[in-house]
C-alpha cells in the first residue's frame, strides 16, 4: 500500500493528478499506527526488514442504480443504444500482487491488479481494468536519496465526466524520478520529474489523449525530525495530440504551467499530524490566448488518532485539475471532506466519509466552450465495512451515494453503488 501511496504523492508534489474523483478514498485498517508507533508526516523506509511479497485473487459484485449518469428523466435508451439499462450489477474477478525486496540501501517494490469486469445487462461495456506501479527507492551513502518507478492505469471511463455513452477503456501510464540532498542536519534540497501518457480506446473521446511533462524543484527546512517548510517550483509542458472542434471551429488545449508552493508538515502532537501547502498557479495556452488562467491554490490535511483504533481526517482544497478520462477539461475544485477509520477489533473495521466540493470549469475546458459555462456542485457520502477473521482471507462490504448539481442539465443526477467482495491472498 504505501508504495501506491507514494506514485500518488509523487503525481501531487510535481502538480500533475493522475486522475480526480469527486470523493476521497476512504481510509483504512492499515492506516491506523501500530500501537505505540509515533505520528509522522513521511515514514522511513525500515531497510532491515525481509524481503516480502503476497498474491492474492479477488471477487467483487457491483450494484449501480444509475450506471450511466443520466439525469432521472433522460431515457437511458436514446443515448446509449436500445438494450442499455440505466441500472445493472457486473461482476469483477481479480488477481494481484504485492512485494518489497531490500537490499542494503536499495529497496524494490512492485504491486499489480487486473480484473476481469462482466456486466449483467449492458454487457457492451464488458472490459478488463487494472492497475500497477514499479518503484526503486535508492540511497547513495548518507546525503543522496531518491525514487524512479512507473505506474500503470486502465480502466472503463466514467460517464458522467465525459457525456460519451459507450464502452471507452482509458489507460494512463506515469513515469517519474525524485532526487534529495541532504546538505546538512536541517536542510535538503530535492528536485524531480514526471511524464505521463493518457490515451483512450474511443475516437470520439480521444481529443482527451494527452501528453506532459513536468519538473520540480525546491528546499526544505526541517526544525525537527517530523516537522518541515519547503519551498517549492514546478513547471508543466502538456500537450493534446488533437484539437477540439466546435461549431467548425479548432481550439489547441496544449498548455504551460508555473506553480510556486509553501509546503509544511507539522505533528502537532503525539495523535494530531497537519500536512499543509499554499501558492499561486498561472498557466498560458500559447495558442487560446483567451484561456490564460491563473489563482491561488492550496490544500490542508489534518489528520486525528486519539486512539490506536480510531482515525479522523479532515481535508480542504482549492486546485486546478481534470478527470483522467477528461483531460483539457480543466475546472477550479475547491472542496472539503471528513473521513473516519475505526477499527473496532483486530479483525473488524468500519470507514464512514463525507465530501462536498465545487468545479468551475475554466475558459479553455471543451465543456465550457460548448455550454458557454459550466458549473457543478458534487456530494459524496460513503461506508465501508471490512472483516477479515485470517491473515488470508477478508470481506468487505461498501456503499456510496453521489450526487451531481449543474448549470447544465445534462449533468444533474444522483447514484447509489454498493459492493460486496472476497479475497484470497497467497503468502509464500
Do not use: C
Not at 108 to 125: C, I, P, Q, S
Not at 201 to 217: K, R
Amino acid at each position: 500500500m504505501k508504495n501506491g501511496l507514494r506514485v500518488v504523492v509523487v503525481g501531487i508534489l510535481m502538480g500533475i493528478r493522475s486522475w480526480a474523483v469527486a470523493a476521497v478514498d476512504l481510509p483504512s485498517r492499515t492506516d491506523l499506527p501500530s500501537p505505540g508507533s509515533p505520528v509522522t508526516t513521511d515514514s522511513p523506509i525500515t531497510r532491515d526488514s525481509p524481503s516480502n511479497y503476497d498474491v492474492y485473487i479477488a471477487d467483487q459484485f457491483t450494484y449501480n442504480d444509475n450506471l450511466y449518469g443520466l439525469p432521472s428523466n433522460t431515457d437511458v435508451t436514446a443515448v446509449a443504444g436500445p438494450l442499455a439499462t440505466r441500472a445493472d450489477s457486473f461482476n469483477s474477478i481479480s488477481l494481484g500482487g504485492d512485494g518489497r525486496w531490500f537490499s542494503d540501501n536499495q529497496v524494490f517494490g512492485l504491486n499489480f491488479r487486473a480484473d476481469e469486469n462482466r456486466f449483467t445487462h449492458n454487457d457492451t461495456l464488458n472490459n478488463i481494468s487494472g492497475k500497477g506501479n514499479l518503484e526503486w527507492d535508492w540511497r547513495l551513502q548518507t546525503n543522496w536519496s531518491g525514487q524512479v518507478g512507473v505506474s500503470y492505469y486502465r480502466g472503463l471511463a466514467n460517464f458522467a465526466s465525459t457525456g460519451y455513452y459507450a464502452r471507452d477503456v482509458v489507460q494512463r501510464e506515469d513515469y517519474f524520478g525524485t532526487l534529495r540532498y541532504q546538505v546538512g542536519p536541517h536542510w535538503v534540497i530535492y528536485g524531480g520529474f514526471i511524464g505521463a501518457d493518457t490515451g483512450q480506446t474511443a475516437v470520439a473521446e480521444q481529443l482527451y489523449d494527452f501528453h506532459s511533462n513536468a519538473g520540480n524543484a525546491g528546499i526544505e527546512f526541517a526544525t525537527s525530525s517530523d516537522n518541515t517548510i519547503a519551498l517549492d517550483y514546478r513547471y508543466t509542458d502538456a500537450t493534446f495530440p488533437q484539437d477540439f472542434v466546435f461549431n467548425g471551429a479548432l481550439y489547441n488545449t496544449d498548455y504551460r504551467e508555473d506553480t510556486a508552493r509553501i509546503v509544511v508538515k507539522y505533528v502537532i502532537s503525539a495523535a494530531t499530524e497537519l500536512d499543509a501547502s499554499g501558492g499561486y498557479l498561472k498557466r498560458d495556452y500559447p495558442v487560446a490566448n483567451f484561456a490564460t488562467f491563473s489563482g491561488d491554490i492550496w490544500q490542508v490535511a489534518l489528520k486525528w488518532t486519539p486512539t490506536d483504533n480510531l482515525q479522523w481526517v479532515v481535508t480542504g482544497w482549492r486546485q486546478l485539475t481534470a478527470y483522467v478520462e477528461a483531460q483539457s477539461d480543466y475546472y477550479v475544485s475547491t472542496g472539503g471532506s471528513i473521513a473516519a477509520v475505526w477499527a473496532a477489533s483486530d479483525i473488524l473495521a468500519l470507514s464512514v466519509g463525507v465530501t462536498r466540493e465545487n468545479h468551475d470549469y475554466i475558459a479553455s475546458s471543451p465543456s465550457a466552450i460548448t455550454f458557454a459555462s459550466r458549473y457543478d456542485r458534487l456530494s459524496t457520502e460513503q461506508a465501508r465495512l471490512v472483516y477479515s477473521p485470517t491473515h488470508y482471507l477478508s470481506f468487505k462490504l461498501a456503499y456510496r451515494y453521489g450526487q451531481s448539481e449543474s448549470n447544465q442539465s445534462q449533468f444533474l443526477y444522483n447514484a447509489g453503488v454498493a459492493t460486496a467482495s472476497v479475497t484470497y491472498m497467497i503468502r509464500p
